[in-house]
């Protein structure tokens, strides 16, 4: 089991805020679950040790896509790409040259949105409005 985010609840208790619970959220074999723990200094080790859990669905969520919004591609390394050999290389050389197409956009080539960092470092590179081919 996973915790993936966890929030502290407090309430009022004899007419002060006071700690309530620790409302996790944890993904354990691909399935997230939310719930209700009482120890704010550890976390719980097992789904057994939460209050009130609760199965989250995650498939099939969000609303309909329409066909006059934008969509953006997220371009993430493949996993042979991490094995392979100059991975940071081959990001920043991407990112620069889609800078600087940035500048001077064309029709038949995604534009570039940016990228998004994970621990300061290119995780993801973005593109606004992908064509989609059938």
């Known amino acids: 089991m996973e915790v993936i985010q966890k929030n502290e609840a407090f309430g009022r208790i004899d007419g002060k805020m006071k700690f309530s619970y620790v409302h996790?959220?944890?993904r354990q074999d691909g399935v997230l679950y939310s719930g209700k723990w009482t120890d704010r200094l550890n976390l719980p080790k097992t789904l057994d040790d939460l209050q009130e859990?609760?199965?989250i669905p995650t498939?099939?969520?969000?609303?309909?896509?329409?066909?006059a919004w934008?969509?953006?591609?997220?371009?993430?390394?493949s996993f042979l790409a991490y094995i392979d050999g100059n991975l940071e290389q081959r990001i920043a050389r991407e990112v620069q040259t889609?800078?600087?197409?940035?500048k001077k956009p064309h029709p038949n080539i995604a534009t570039y949105y940016g990228y998004h960092d994970t621990h300061g470092r290119v995780s993801m590179v973005m593109f606004l409005g992908v064509a989609t081919y059938t």
Do not use: A, M, Q, Y
């Not at 498939?59 to 066909?67: F, I, L, N, Q, Y």
């Not at 934008?70 to 390394?77: A, C, L, N």
């Open 24 to 26: 996790v959220f944890v």
């Open 53 to 55: 859990l609760k199965k």
């Open 59 to 67: 498939e099939d969520r969000g609303p309909v896509v329409k066909t």
């Open 70 to 77: 934008s969509p953006i591609h997220v371009k993430t390394p």
């Open 98 to 102: 889609c800078e600087i197409l940035g």
